[in-house]
Structures are given as structure tokens and as C-alpha cells.
């Protein structure tokens, strides 16, 4: 049974930073494109940040810079760093393991919620 389990954001001053991690049973990381989606309310999921399985990373224009996506083959966990944090960066983050280019379907986290607020 595959899972992927985020750890507990929480809320965070602007300025401030954060570390999410993904750790992943019943899948290896290091095989698939993960990446990291959040949504705020009344708004679509959105993608962050993605590493492919040959280490290649892409971030949305709106995190570049501020964040980082990396992954631990060893701990088969994803991290999801986040820097110079912003009140527009508060949403429900997730998790996701893209299987596409293995022709099976996606998994998802649970979500973790991530308010950057004074």
C-alpha cells in the first residue's frame, strides 16, 4: 500500500521559513517525478515544485529563489524548503508522486497546512 505522509506545517511569521518533508511508503521516490501542489482557499491546486527521477527541478515563477525541493533517496522522503516566506504563500500543501510516464495513476499526501501570517 503506497503512502505518502507530509509532516505538519504550521503557521510562520513573513519572513520566516519552513521545512515540509514527504516521506513515502510503498514507492520509491527516486524513481518517479514528486512534487509538492498547495491550494488556497477559493483557488485551484496549483504546482510549486517538481524533481524528476534524474534529479531535474521546476518551480513555479511565484517560489523561485524562495524555495527548494530536494529529495533524501535513502530516507526515500521528498522536502519542500521554503524561505522569505509570504502571507500569498498560505494554502494546504501536497504531496505527489507523478507516475504518468510509467502509464499508472498519481498518488497524493494528505495535505499539510502551511499559514504565513503575523
Known amino acids: 500500500q503506497v503512502q505518502l505522509v507530509e509532516s505538519a506545517g504550521g503557521l510562520v511569521q513573513p519572513g520566516g521559513s519552513l521545512r515540509l518533508s514527504c516521506a513515502a511508503s510503498?514507492?520509491?521516490?527516486?524513481?518517479?517525478?514528486m512534487g509538492w501542489y498547495r491550494q488556497a482557499p477559493g483557488k485551484e491546486r496549483e504546482l510549486v515544485a517538481a524533481i524528476t527521477s534524474g534529479g531535474s527541478t521546476t518551480y513555479a515563477d511565484s517560489v523561485k529563489g524562495r524555495f527548494t525541493i530536494s529529495r533524501d533517496n535513502g530516507k526515500n522522503t521528498v522536502y519542500l524548503q521554503m524561505n522569505s516566506l509570504k502571507a500569498e504563500d498560505t494554502a494546504v500543501y501536497y504531496c505527489?508522486?507523478?507516475?504518468?510516464?510509467w502509464g499508472l495513476g498519481d498518488y497524493w499526501g494528505q495535505g499539510t497546512q502551511v499559514t504565513v501570517s503575523s
Open positions: 510503498g514507492l520509491i521516490v527516486r524513481i518517479y517525478r
Open positions: 505527489n508522486a507523478d507516475r504518468k510516464a
